[in-house]
């Protein structure tokens, strides 16, 4: 079962109240497996989210445990959420597999998990159970990851520009950025570009104002009359001018071209109505984008992520009905499979050990163990079609068919 | 092939590109293995200097049109404005302009080379005008990758342009090899 707090449930106070350090998750998951009830248990803590996933007999007496653990720590039940069985598995593997996150399909989440586990591994918190969850929900993430394409996909309109230009010029390394103009969202542009270690070079109007926005982003300023020249030696042009008519036109870029001697040139045009002759964009190694291609970008990035986000909940609904029915296989009819067979060989070994001490005594050793192992391979013969039927009603959950059966075999009452 | 394409493509992000040098290496390849099937004429160390450098000059030229190649895609889904899978799987474009280049300044010197020996073995051997349209186009191999190389230091015919020139001087070398090839097996 599951307990815990998340970006949506609780507000980042309560977050920031309940953020555990990394050096002391060990000491908080031991913690929360010395609670009453509890045998197993993983905590997980990020800044979005603190998790306990734990295991015991009963999971009342669990939940408890869990919510002793978050109420110490001052949440309330409100900001809570708890889930049981098949629906804590259900949110186990879409933890890992990013699709409970603040940004759906970032990358982090799953290695922090892993991170938990590891951590309570070591502290001797994690047993069976969540040994068998846990890798199951990394298999999950894993196949998520690679079947569908929920990691990909465009976010901004900023980082669709550096996107664009690592596409075009690879390493933006020591390349030259120029911002034409002083538009709040240029500049954005320019920093996604700045960020990847392109220089910035400010031209504008107004000087004064150049100046001042290159001393803010540190780059160098240029006035407009520089146009020409900046055009020669800068490989990406952000353009958000106020003017009305086009400030670059096909002849500017056009002999700027001759002057680049054919090496590639990036404009992106981020002003209505635009700065620059849509026809620049018919020169050769010219890329011009104006904001509605990028925005179309951006909103393709959002369309795919959305089918990949279902692909990604289907891979995961199909996973954890894979994993109930394994677990209620191994431990809905198990442990009755295994009673019965203890009890027929337990009983069968009670007959033989009489009659070789007795009637059978004259019997050598390999003799024996022929006659052990028919007695073996009989067992074997007649619980087979019980034990399928068992396993069936584990699977399926037919628990009435599991009690009948404990009752038929004289297990239910606890007899000899 | 494989092994001249991966030098060069030691840069980040050029996975892509191995799609396309591949089945080019296997037709290589399979071409080396068919010629090998008809050696036993006269050789020569002139000979084994033609034929090694045309195979040094085919290999440089292979992984340059594979790179003009996937340029050119990428330069489509950029300008058309569309950042698909191609996208994302191939280099840059700068870094496929700049590695085809390298492959064509690497290849056109050892061309040069085998064309001379060529002449020469064919010269000493006097056999006539038995290969006589493949000499000329040869030639024209030559003078197409040498006008990719001269017209972008000179002209500054980068990117697109290049890249088409590159896909020409390839197609025609071809011409030349399956010329070859043909006269064998014909």
């Not at chain 1, 390493?171 to 030259?176: E, Q």
């Not at chain 2, 036993?40 to 030229?61: E, K, R």
């Not at chain 2, 950029?78 to 799987?89: A, V, W």
């Amino acid at each position: 079962m599951v307990v815990g707090v998340n970006h949506r449930s609780a507000s980042v106070e309560l977050r920031e109240r309940l953020a555990v350090a990394s050096d002391a998750i060990e000491e908080a998951v031991r913690g929360v497996r010395a609670l009453d009830g509890v045998r197993e248990a993983v905590l997980v803590a990020t800044c979005n989210r603190v998790e306990v996933y734990a295991a015991g007999d009963d999971d009342d007496r669990v939940a408890r445990a869990a919510q002793a653990f978050f109420a110490s720590r001052g949440a309330d039940d409100a900001q809570r959420y708890e889930h049981r069985g098949g629906d804590a598995v259900r949110h186990a593997f879409r933890v890992c597999a990013s699709l409970d996150s603040m940004v759906v399909g970032e990358p982090q989440i799953l290695g922090q998990v892993k991170e938990a586990y590891s951590v309570a591994k070591a502290a001797g918190c994690v047993g069976a159970s969540l040994s068998r969850l846990m890798s199951h929900a990394f298999l999950a993430a894993k196949r998520v990851r690679t079947e569908t394409g929920i990691a990909s996909g465009q976010v901004s309109v900023a980082s669709v520009a550096a996107d664009l230009a690592r596409g075009i010029f690879g390493d933006l390394k020591g390349r030259r950025v120029l911002v034409v103009g002083a538009g709040k969202m240029a500049l954005g542009a320019a920093r996604s570009l700045v960020r990847h270690g392109a220089q910035l070079a400010v031209a504008n109007r107004s000087f004064a104002r150049a100046e001042a926005l290159a001393k803010e982003q540190g780059g160098t300023a240029h006035p407009f009359s520089d146009l020409t020249m900046l055009l020669q030696h800068c490989d990406v042009v952000v353009c958000s001018t106020g003017a009305q008519g086009y400030v670059l036109s096909r002849d500017l870029v056009q002999s700027a071209m001759r002057a680049r001697r054919g090496r590639s040139l990036f404009i992106i045009d981020i002003t209505v109505p635009r700065n620059v002759d849509p026809r620049v964009g018919d020169l050769d190694s010219v890329y011009l984008y104006d904001l509605d291609d990028l925005e179309q970008i951006v909103a393709e990035g959002g369309r795919t992520r959305s089918e990949a986000r279902q692909a990604a909940e289907d891979i995961v609904s199909e996973e954890v009905v894979g994993f109930v029915r394994a677990e209620r296989e191994k431990v809905g009819a198990g442990p009755t499979i295994a009673a019965i067979r203890q009890r027929y060989r337990a009983a069968a070994q009670a007959e033989l050990e009489r009659s070789f001490a007795q009637r059978l005594k004259h019997l050598k050793e390999d003799e024996r163990k022929a006659v052990e192992a028919m007695i073996e391979a009989y067992t074997n013969k007649v619980l087979h079609a019980p034990t399928m039927a068992l396993r069936a009603a584990g699977s399926s959950g037919d628990d009435a068919l599991l009690s009948a059966a404990q009752t038929i075999f004289g297990l239910a009452e606890g007899g000899s | 092939m494989v092994g001249a394409s991966s030098p060069c493509t030691g840069a980040r992000r050029t996975g892509g590109v191995g799609a396309f040098v591949a089945p080019l290496a296997l037709l290589a390849l399979l071409a080396s293995r068919a010629a090998s099937d008809r050696e036993g004429a006269p050789g020569g160390a002139l000979l084994a200097m033609h034929v090694g450098s045309v195979l040094v000059a085919t290999a440089a030229f292979t992984v340059a049109a594979a790179m003009a190649a996937a340029y050119l895609l990428q330069e489509r889904e950029l300008k058309q404005k569309r950042l698909g899978g191609i996208f994302r799987r191939l280099p840059s474009l700068e870094v496929m302009d700049t590695y085809s280049f390298r492959c064509v300044a690497l290849g056109l010197p050892a061309l040069t080379l085998g064309i001379v020996a060529g002449l020469f073995v064919s010269a000493r051997a006097a056999t006539g005008a038995t290969g006589a349209w493949q000499q000329y186009v040869a030639l024209g191999v030559w003078a197409v990758f040498a006008a990719v190389l001269v017209l972008r230091v000179v002209a500054g015919w980068r990117g697109r342009r290049g890249a088409i020139g590159t896909l020409l001087g390839y197609a025609c070398a071809l011409t030349v090899l399956a010329g070859y090839f043909l006269r064998g097996v014909v």
